[in-house]
């Protein structure tokens, strides 16, 4: 079974929301990236707080990830599902190797190696992971 293990939030100040966590629940800080996105974690769950971008008109959740066992089964699933496979995410984030959506449009992460650790697409090919197609 998969395993939600990641959150992102959309936030015009993400440094303000990761302090604000941090003084009132406790989360540390995993990474900070210079994009201005601040990773969290409560040492289970992953917390990303992205700054909104031109054009987003509202602040909140993201998207969602989950921690998997077999990419490859996964894309076999989604596509019997009627949806795309996994795509490989274009902005080397540190965690997620790949993006899907689900049928009603909600994208969600996918990752293999887990969100507890930084690992960036050039880490994973040096160890020549790649991204399945769907059989």
């Not at 990303?48 to 008109?57: I, S, V």
């Amino acid at each position: 079974m998969a395993k939600i293990k990641h959150l992102a939030i959309k936030t015009r100040d993400p440094n303000e929301l990761a302090a604000f966590y941090e003084n009132t629940l406790g989360l540390e800080v995993v990474l900070r990236r210079e994009t201005g996105a601040v990773y969290m974690s409560d040492g289970y769950l992953s917390l990303a707080l992205l700054p909104m971008r031109e054009g987003d008109t509202h602040e909140g959740l993201d998207h969602f990830g989950f921690a998997i066992d077999d990419l490859q089964d996964v894309a076999n699933k989604l596509n019997a599902a009627g949806v795309m496979a996994p795509k490989v995410r274009p902005n080397n984030p540190p965690f997620a190797e790949t993006r899907a959506i689900d049928p009603h449009g909600n994208e969600f992460d996918l990752s293999v190696h887990g969100f507890e650790r930084v690992e960036y697409q050039e880490d994973r090919a040096e160890k020549k992971e790649k991204i399945p197609e769907p059989a």
